[in-house]
């Protein structure tokens, strides 16, 4: 039981195990990446994942030698783009069933609501702004497959978006995350990015709190 713990808490706070996983498991860390990365993007069960948080340090970790930083950004923007598409036509096929029960085990309705505000509000920028606010980035994909958004327009701005948001926080972590008081306190500062990403959806629903009451 207290191995299945350590493996669950080393996949949810990847982000602070990374180093160990590098020592560990070398270049086989690029896959150990890219599964985790497309699982957060691309399965509607896992938005608990670590996406904005586990990119920059990996940037931090390619600035320091320990990674590709080039062959990472590549491979965690297919990444990405695959977990999209996968779960696009997830929601496409399986959706509507989904999305009309009260309740799914590991699914909750009020995210795929919440997500559904923001197509109302932003139409197919949904894509790209979601990308940058967790939770709703997982389940983005999955309402406009089931909303039938067509393919050809979500994946226009799917690759688009794929590919601004890991390249922004792989070089992010590369170019910041060897600074010295960041390294001190690198902590503090994936807990600042998670605050930070979280915003947008905070500020959503504090708007929509007041429209209703």
């Not at 598409?85 to 919440?114: C, D, Q, S």
């Not at 406009?144 to 690759?159: K, L, N, P």
């Not at 890991?166 to 910041?176: A, D, H, K, L, T």
């Amino acid at each position: 039981m207290e191995f299945l713990s350590s493996i669950v808490d080393l996949f949810l706070h990847l982000d602070r195990h990374l180093d160990q996983i590098i020592r560990a498991y070398g270049t086989w860390t690029y896959a150990i990446l890219f599964l985790v990365i497309f699982a957060e993007t691309g399965l509607v069960v896992t938005p608990f994942l670590p996406g904005d948080s586990l990119l920059f340090a990996a940037g931090t970790f390619a600035a320091l030698g320990s990674l590709d930083p080039l062959y990472l950004t590549i491979l965690l923007c297919a990444a990405a783009n695959l977990g999209d598409t996968t779960n696009y036509w997830i929601g496409h096929f399986a959706g509507p069933k989904m999305f009309h029960r009260e309740n799914v085990r590991f699914l909750k309705k009020e995210y795929l609501e919440r997500t559904h505000r923001y197509y109302d509000k932003y139409g197919g920028r949904t894509i790209i702004i979601a990308r940058f606010v967790p939770i709703v980035r997982t389940f983005a994909p999955f309402v406009a497959g089931v909303g039938r958004m067509g393919y050809g327009r979500f994946i226009s701005y799917s690759v688009f978006a794929g590919i601004g948001w890991v390249s922004f926080f792989v070089y992010g972590g590369y170019f910041f995350g060897t600074i010295p008081v960041v390294r001190r306190h690198f902590s503090l500062v994936v807990i600042a990015i998670i605050l930070i990403s979280v915003m947008p959806m905070v500020t959503e629903f504090i708007r929509h709190r007041r429209r209703t009451t």
